[in-house]
């Protein structure tokens, strides 16, 4: 039987993976534009003597590393991109892109992944199978997964299992989130055009008001969670912008409201996508104006297999080192690693890096968003023990 201590040589690791990850925290790339990243993670992924595939949905990297003998494929992604977001923290890893930021964590999930492509090609001699190291573009747009499903990562080999992970400051350090079934929401984006009649802003009656029209119509769209969706269900509808007018003695012709809608069940996007029609163009007849409505579902909902959790499960059991919580986890956050997980069975699961004693709790996409470094040898740790599950015999 082989047994390898991975929270040892995890902890081993651990200076070398806050180093890359402060690396690739200093020089963020938006969606699609990760060059110094991906070139970085070419490179590495070369030097390691791993297969290495570049330009893969855009600026995608793949990296296969191959056993000793034949067996499952096992596909480990990582995303690459950052937000544009201007970083506040006074740290010396601060971002030096001007109006970018890495406020989600992805520059610990590269160094993670890299971290695990060194720890397996040293093991590659115990290995049954192959692991596919997937180094994703633009995650925080919902694009990248696909792009790189359509230039054929699934393919020569395909995944007979898919794993990622996301640091996580809703856990505290030293909690695993890890739950079967939906663990993160789809995501659906929405427009509503909403057209009136303008006019002296003293002279309401000779005009049709299309800001009195947008209120009427964000109120009457929060009724439809509490009216219109079971309570056992679950699903989020948040108006998040709105825009009309531009001074204050006219009123506009038109208004502009924006929102967002995240959903774990495709019928319950659906009714509640026929709902927000309704009432859109309802209210807005009412008031006498008209209204356009458009709906992007931008992601699927991520789906953990059951077996696999159970199984990795009783697997992270045996990390007593790192005296694991082991929680369920669920968020309506959205994620496009769904792309990957729906052609193969597969497990995403949340590593808490919370530590408000060092007042690193911000939540993700904030400009103060940072988290307790800790947390890099520990994900490294578990998904080691999860791929190790799968491609390292046990007996």
Known sequence: MTVIDYWAIAEAMRADLIARRRDFHRYPELAFEEQRTSTIIADELHKLGLEVQT????????????GASDGPTVLVRSDMDALPVFEVNDVDYRSLNHGKMHACGHDGHMSILLGLAKLFSSLQSHLVGRIKFVFQPAEEIGQGAQAMVRDGVLDDPT???????????????????????PIMAAVSN?????????????????????????????????????????????AVLSVTRVEAGTTHNVIPETARLSGTLRTFKAEVRNRISERIQNVCTQVALAL?????????????????????????????????????????ERTTAGEDVYAFMRHAPGLFFFVGAANREQGLSFPHHHEKFDFDESALPLAVALMATAIGEYVIPQE
């Open 159 to 181: 995944p007979d299992i898919v794993l990622g992970l996301h640091l996580w400051t809703e856990l505290p350090i030293g909690s695993v989130g890890l739950s079967s079934g």
């Open 55 to 66: 330009g893969v949905g855009g600026t995608g990297v793949v990296g296969i590393l191959e």
């Open 288 to 328: 006498g104006c008209e209204s356009r409505v458009e709906i992007h579902h931008k992601t699927e909902p991520v789906e953990n297999t059951p077996h696999v959790v159970d199984r990795v499960h009783q697997a992270f059991k045996r990390i007593s080192a790192a005296s694991l919580q082991i929680v369920d």
């Open 190 to 234: 929405f427009d509503v055009h909403i057209t009136g009649r303008g006019g002296h802003g003293g002279i309401p009656q000779d005009a049709v008001d299309p800001v009195v029209c947008a209120a009427h119509i964000i109120t009457a769209l929060q009724t439809i969670i509490s009216r219109n969706v079971d309570p056992l269900d679950s």
